[in-house]
């Protein structure tokens, strides 16, 4: 299995453009969170997905992120517009059905913006 | 509210030496799960060891082992036999499941490894 698998690796943009984070998840996993690192904030949770649909948004910080999930071996993270207090490293999880199991991370996204 | 608290920032240990890195929790669930994530200047998120609450056996793999009580809501991690490579960022974290059925994640300690 190739793992969860995130592009790009780096990103850097301009202050205002549009940033799209791709992911894929494991196959059979029904889960998948999205997580923003920093070093003033830690890991932060943003959005998690159960078997495709949004389960709880409320670590979205604002109406400039958006998250999808089309099918179950895709799903994006968009900014728009995105500013530099959005430099940070993205994480994509998955996990199979039931607590009892760890996520496994994607390789994550450096996004800085500048 | 669940939480995951590791009041440990930063560690140092000698390689080949033995160190244990403290994490304590809270939930009012009978039945959870329990992780230990490494995180290494590579940034890669990997999964260290993961303990089921309803088991009294302590996991083990390899030169890593938890100390769990769960009595005093509290989650250790042992690493034997230090080597250069366990240097990083470790993480515990809780899933009780639920409805929400999400980690929780503490805030990390740094461990370095020295020669």
């Known amino acids: 299995d190739a793992g969860v698998i995130q592009s790009p690796r780096h990103e850097v943009t301009e202050m205002g453009q549009e940033v799209t984070l791709r992911c894929k998840p494991i196959?059979?996993?029904?889960?998948l969170f999205w997580y923003r690192q920093t070093m003033m904030r830690g890991l932060e949770l943003l959005i998690y997905?159960?078997?495709?649909?949004?389960?709880?948004d409320s670590g979205m910080p604002e109406d400039r992120f958006s998250a999808k999930m089309p099918n179950a071996s895709f799903s994006t993270l968009k900014i728009q517009p995105s500013e530099p207090r959005d430099s940070a490293v993205y994480f994509c999880?998955?996990?199979?059905?039931?607590?009892?199991?760890?996520?496994?991370f994607g390789s994550g996204t450096r996004l800085t913006v500048v | 509210a669940q939480t995951v608290t590791q009041s440990q920032p930063e560690m140092s240990v000698q390689e080949a030496e033995t160190v244990t890195l403290s994490c304590t929790y809270d939930?009012?669930?009978?039945?959870?799960?329990l992780f230990w994530y490494k995180q290494p200047p590579s940034r890669q998120m990997i999964l260290v060891i993961r303990?089921?609450?309803?088991?009294?056996q302590n996991a083990t793999e390899n030169r890593f082992s938890v100390n769990f009580q769960k009595a005093a809501k509290s989650f250790s991690l042992k690493i034997s036999d230090s080597q250069l490579g366990d240097t990083a960022m470790y993480f515990c974290?809780?899933?009780?499941?639920?409805?929400?059925?999400?980690?929780?994640f503490g805030t990390g300690t740094l461990l370095a490894v020295q020669p």
């Open positions: 999880a998955s996990r199979p059905p039931g607590p009892k199991y760890g996520y496994t």
């Open positions: 196959s059979g996993h029904n889960s």
């Open positions: 997905f159960n078997n495709n649909v949004p389960i709880d």
């Open positions: 939930t009012s669930e009978s039945n959870y799960y």
């Open positions: 303990q089921e609450a309803y088991k009294q």
């Open positions: 974290a809780l899933n009780y499941g639920g409805a929400t059925n999400k980690l929780i």
